[in-house]
């Protein structure tokens, strides 16, 4: 009997090896990626080989009570996003169900049945819309048509489809609509399309741009050893490793909630279901002090409940950057932060695991290292295809900052060591600082960034002009490199005479080393000042240590003793600088600078007098 075009979407269940199922019975048009549906619960899969008699597909729920024969629909499309208005301040999960609203239909329960089905993105919403363009202009791919303000601090451009372009031959008034709404219709070649707000895009594609751009910008993060050590540009790409408990999660988060990309897409690959809720629960609860809106209104989370099998860890990191690039291409500056990205390799290898692949190291699939290449790939400061409303081009970035778990915390397995190959800056916690209650345990000597070349000129300008230090960004921090890493040479000639037994010069160095590391390197994440630090606050703190550096060294040539310099008021008050002083008042610390020189002249007035006695 000939099967009908119809009948050849169906297949059905020929074996079940974990979350991987085996599909007999479908004839031709499967394609890799492909979404299937299995059985009577609905599961969604996804297909990712295919024999000449059978295909396997992963599924992105749980395997448990299906059976064999069971039917199996070929959706005949890959995993794709909508992206419309109503994502921004909205939880989803790797397969963009909409988690808030999942667990409100579950009555409170807080958990949810297998195969539930929800539109990602409300179709009776209503959104403000204003068009931005007329009939008869002609537009193409990436031009923004026309905006809705989707939560207070964002607005939504609405854009033409890429690869799309052409007259447009209908534009809705300014006015409410659905996002399923017509509200613009583009004819090209005597066709006429017609588009609504809602668009798709898959989420293995990486979606297009004109160019990619050299960064030149820093993403401001707040977190002082990093904007001044270990710098990320916006459109950079960041790996974090870090054993257990070593702060991973609350550097991810304070970057999320203070950085100044314009969006965040949060992804919590695989992490503890409550640790999701806490996120949530905070952004709402924390006002941007610039906007003075919830900094929910700018986020997008994705999260995986934990009767989610592996495989859909790997969907929210690719679903989450396709989002990320959705917004990148409205012309913002977007950060994704990924938490962590060892949960979503450890699913890769129990799927090549039950796929029965030859292992590489580690039991890791020889494909580790170009999946997470195509991951980090996606970052980068990009001209975009078309242009914003007022038809100038649309320049953005896209910024991931991805964190690793490292088994024992050891940097030299598989995940850690190919992701550096596709990273341009590694902040390495160190367990030994976590345990010393040294937050965030970025280690100073390990942590690398590439960054700075990129980023000098934009600190130069926004430099603050002591003329008593007038150094720039970038001379600061090779000074503080400098005395960090003279600490460390000294240390073992310190373990084995003492450190009073040294040169009073080089005494100093460690006390300044000293200083930095504990008022300056140090952030507690939790403390109302202390958990952001602006730009101009991070330079005149930084500024002043070196100033008390310099004029130290002055001190002991001039013949002074290091107790003297040690004794100075100015270093108690400097040492807390960090939680008294807020960002907007950081002129306090150049009046911190003027006692500093007060004490000093005061201080040789009295050897002065001494001397002549
Ligand atoms: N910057 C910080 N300021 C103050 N406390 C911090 C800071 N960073 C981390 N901590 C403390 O360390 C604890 C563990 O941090 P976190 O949960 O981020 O670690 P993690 O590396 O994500 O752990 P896991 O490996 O379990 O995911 C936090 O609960 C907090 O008490
Ligand atoms: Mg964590």
Known sequence: MIKSKEDNKFGYISLINGSLIEIKGFRNQIRIHDLVKISKYNILGEVIQIFNDRVVAQCYENTFDLELYEKVINLRTPLSMELAPGLLANIFDGIQRPLKDAFEKSNG?????????????????????????????????????????????????????????????????????????????????????????????????????????????PLITGIRVVDLLFPVAKGGAVTVPGGFGTGKTVIQQSIAKWCNADVIVFIGCGERGNEIADVLKEFSEIIDPKSGHSLLERTIIFANTSNMPVSAREASIFSGVTIA??????????????????????????????????????????????????????????????????????????TIIGSISPPSGDFSEPVTSTTKRFVQAFWALDSRLAYSKHYPAIDWLSSYSNYPEYLSEWWQKRDLHWHEMDIDWNMCRNQINAILSRENDLKNITQLIGETNLPEEQQLTIFIAKLIRNTFLIQNAFDLIDCYTDTKKLIAFIKLILLLDKEGRDLLKQGFILEDIKELEVISKLRRINYTIPNDEFNKISNLKNELFNEINSLKLIYGALEKR
């Open 325 to 398: 690039e959705y917004y990148r291409d409205m012309g913002y500056d977007v950060a994704v932060l990924a938490d962590s990205t060892s949960r979503w390799a450890e699913a890769l290898r129990e799927i090549s695991g039950l796929l029965e692949e030859m292992p590489v190291e580690e039991g890791y699939p020889a494909y580790l290292a170009s999946r997470l290449s195509r991951f980090y790939e996606r970052a980068g400061v990009v001209k975009n295809i078309g242009c914003d409303a007022s038809k100038k081009e649309k320049i953005s970035s896209l």
């Open 109 to 217: 329960k807080g958990f949810l049945n297998r195969g539930f089905e929800l539109t990602p993105l409300s179709r009776t919403k209503k959104w403000y819309f204003v068009p931005k363009r007329k009939i008869s202009e002609d537009v193409q791919g990436g031009d923004v048509i026309g905006t809705v303000q989707e939560t207070k601090i964002i607005e939504h451009r609405i854009m033409v489809p890429p690869n799309i372009s052409g007259v447009l031959s209908f534009i809705a008034e300014e006015g409410e609509y659905t996002i399923i709404e017509e509200i613009f219709r583009i004819e090209q070649n005597n066709i006429e399309k017609s588009f609504g707000m809602l668009q798709k895009w898959p989420i293995t594609e990486k979606r297009p741009y004109q160019e990619l751009i050299n960064p030149s910008e």
